[in-house]
């Protein structure tokens, strides 16, 4: 038996008749709704918002809901007379599909995690239809223009290495490229970049364009809103239910054996400016709370989140003469293993950095009676990440400290600044107050006004590790819907959710990667695992295989493997044999050519060595490289060995006794699983361990070290340093 969940919908859930909202107008603030027609099923439109699937969330806040066209025709207008237009407009190659009815896999929503994950089913060999809002807005990047960051740059370049496509649309549109923690060594370092919006969407399109039907791919792209899912109800014993189509606003069904969810902050999203209500995933684009409504009477659990977003400013009205000039690096360090170069490595954009002052600070102060009554996290405050927290929160956790803002251009071909850093809900009058009080923006103009928005996910303890639901056969969510936060992320969930997909309507062996082998792994295991308390943000803190799994070598963990499951390429996989054919004769040369003393110390000005030592021992000393010791190398293999080769082959050799120690350790924690902690245990005398920890271990008071490793946010190296 099939069923339509959304069946009767406002009769069943709400009981409300059509005189009721026909009549339901208040003064100055109207509600926009649309009429109940085509058998109860809810149709949306561009002035129009879908009721909220919970009943409180409609009536309690009406006074607060603005009208939607109004904001964003003056949102249009400023941008209008005062940002800076590409003035060749891209023109996406996409196609929208309006003929087939039936495919293999469907991937709502075009975010990052849709864009990977529909490439993903497609390169897989499923036949695989995006549905998005707009073809336009397809990698569209929402919030912050820029890509990776400590531990998320790991999972891009992982991406990259399984055959997603973030990585190279970074490197085509990447405006400055900046390895972050440099100063420490490459296990924690942070590959980053700062994007052009513009290029990077243009970059996304093209490569997804490559992939679709018309170019011999998988891969379809539909304008729609899906508003519910058709299930196969019929038990058979113990099966579940599965999927079979899913159907979209204007009533048409598609048939389809698998659906992957990325719906990101519009899963019943509504912005919040003050004390203004904007159901909306992001300004100006529409909330999918029907599909919201659909989840709900599945069964799963809905919570809810939130995050934010700083104002936009005008570039031109910016005094950077009293601002730190941050410049990226000299030679920038692409995130595709396929790439050698970044597109613009010679004109790199500078981004600046100033801070928040005292009257900065009082005027958050006297206005927080102003910010919106949130409806997730304690006291209406919004239950939003913790390490990426909105200007206010800042405030009023680290009071007597300055905040930093980093000034940071969103491409070549705008003037619009995103100011990182101040995330800000408070109303627009508000913000602005508080920018002039910031060097630099005295006489700064608002483009666009921060905003919090919030949205409902599902708990990610109700996914298997292929990120299929367990409740639903053929169901798989990837993205903020899970509870986690950022593009990098939602990209890295979309892949294995696409691969999988598509991996399960063919009948293959479904792909999994675990903690050992990738952050990925990490993230979806702590997800499934531990659930989240608070948006789910990727930090190297949270691997224990931290050491092995650094960013440049993401391509020798997992490019082998997505080969054999279809989603790397065949010329991934070739570069990938010839950069480790070639590392394993310069490690073999370097363990066999075995110096003197004498011979380190006139040659290379190495002290200290006692006895005769391999290149490859000497270069586990810190203050060694690879430049000191190479003239002992082979000239031709020297030259055979490219720039981007010398950090692995360095790190390689400095982390091969910790790689080793650090499994010991891992192989001891184990043991200790069952090792009872004294309750007495004082933890805050810990010096290794993180204020967070202490905080989180002292609150939870977990009776022994398996029961310690399941508390959400502690991470086995705070294990490690529990010692009694």
């Known amino acids: 038996m099939l069923k339509c969940l959304n069946k009767n919908i406002f009769k069943e859930s709400f009981k409300l008749n ?9 003064t100055k603030n109207i509600i926009y709704y649309n009429n109940l027609i085509n058998n109860n099923n809810l149709i949306n439109n561009n002035n129009s918002i879908i009721i909220n699937h919970n009943l409180k969330r409609l009536f309690s806040t009406t006074t607060n809901i603005l009208k939607e066209e109004k904001i964003n025709n003056n949102n249009n207008n400023n941008n209008n007379n005062n940002n800076k237009i590409n003035e060749n407009k891209f023109k996406s190659p996409l196609k929208n599909e309006n003929e087939k009815k039936e495919f293999d896999v469907i991937v709502i929503g075009g975010g990052h ?54 990585g190279l649309a970074a490197d085509e549109s990447g405006c400055q490229f900046k390895v972050l923690n440099q100063s420490k060594g490459s296990a924690v370092h942070g590959p980053r970049a700062q994007i052009d919006r513009e290029l990077y969407r243009e970059s996304i399109h093209n490569l997804l364009w490559k992939i679709t039907e018309e170019n011999g791919g998988n891969l379809s792209i539909k304008e729609a809103m899906v508003e519910d899912i058709i299930l196969d109800e019929e038990e058979h014993g113990e099966k579940k239910k599965t999927i079979k189509g899913v159907i979209l606003d204007n009533g048409e069904i598609i048939k389809c054996k ?92 500078k981004c600046f950095m100033t801070r928040t002052t005292e009257e900065s600070h009082q005027i958050i102060i006297d206005n927080l009676y102003t910010r919106p009554a949130l409806e997730s996290g304690e006291d209406g405050k919004g239950l939003g990440p913790r390490y990426c927290p909105s200007i ?53 103009k608002m483009l666009k006004p921060g905003y919090a928005v919030e949205y409902d996910y599902i708990d990610p303890r109700e996914l298997n590790h292929t990120l299929e639901t ?24 979309g892949i294995v959710a696409g691969i999988n997909a598509s991996l399960s309507h063919q009948n293959r062996t479904p792909m999994t990667i675990s903690r050992s082998e990738g952050y990925i792994g990490v993230l979806i295991d702590d997800l499934v695992t531990l659930g989240v308390t608070e948006p789910y943000r990727m930090f190297t803190s949270r691997s224990e295989y931290r050491i092995s799994l650094r960013a440049h070598n993401s391509d020798q963990r997992l490019t082998e493997k997505a080969f054999e499951f279809g989603s790397a390429s065949n010329d991934q996989l070739q570069i990938l044999k010839e950069k480790q054919s070639l590392l394993n004769q310069v490690y ?67 982390y091969s006794n910790y790689v080793d120690k650090h499994v010991a350790e891992f192989d001891n924690l184990r043991k200790r699983e069952n090792q009872l902690i004294p309750p007495s245990l004082n933890y805050w005398d810990i010096n290794q361990l ?35």
């Open 18 to 26: 059509k005189k009721l909202l026909n009549n339901y107008f208040i």
């Open 113 to 166: 995690a849709g864009t990977e994950a529909s490439a993903a089913s497609a390169r897989v060999g499923s036949k695989t239809l995006l549905i998005t809002q707009s073809i336009d807005t397809i990698g569209v990047m929402s919030c912050n223009p820029s890509i990776g960051g400590v531990g998320k740059g790991n999972l891009v370049r992982e991406i990259d290495a399984m055959g997603g496509i973030m």
């Open 258 to 349: 698998k659906v992957v969810i990325t719906t990101g902050t519009f899963l019943g999203g509504i912005i919040h400016i003050g004390n203004k209500r904007i159901p909306s995933g992001r300004m100006g684009d529409k909330a999918a709370t029907a599909l919201s409504l659909t989840l709900n009477r599945i069964g799963f659990e809905l919570g809810r989140l939130k995050t934010g977003t700083p104002p936009r400013l005008d570039g031109k009205t910016i005094d950077y003469s009293v601002m730190s000039e941050q410049v990226g690096d000299d030679i920038p360090l692409p995130f595709s293993f396929s790439n050698s170069k970044v597109k613009n490595d010679q004109r790199q954009l």
């Open 392 to 444: 206010e929160t800042k405030i009023e956790r680290f009071q007597g400290r300055t905040h930093q803002v980093w000034i940071e251009p969103e491409g070549y071909n705008t003037d619009v600044i995103y100011p990182n850093g101040i995330s800000i809900s408070l109303p627009e009058d508000v913000q602005m107050k508080f920018l002039k009080t910031i060097p630099g923006l005295e006489n700064v």
């Open 470 to 493: 367990k409740k639903i056969g053929g169901l798989f969510l990837a993205g903020q819907i899970n509870g986690t936060t950022g593009y990098e992320e939602a990209g890295a969930q």
């Open 588 to 654: 073999t040369q370097l363990k066999e050519i075995k110096k003197s003393p004498s011979e380190y110390l006139a040659d290379c000005g190495i002290e200290n060595v006692h006895e005769k030592k391999s290149l490859f021992e000497i270069l586990r000393r810190p203050q060694v490289n690879f430049d000191m010791v190479k003239r002992y190398l082979p000239t031709d293999l020297v030259n055979k060995i490219p720039p981007l080769l010398i950090p692995i082959i360095d790190s390689e050799c400095k």
């Open 690 to 724: 993180s204020t967070e920890s202490k905080q989180i271990l002292s609150k939870a008071r977990p009776t022994n070290f398996s029961s310690a490793s399941k508390i959400s946010g502690i991470t086995p190296s705070a294990l490690f340093s529990i010692q009694f």
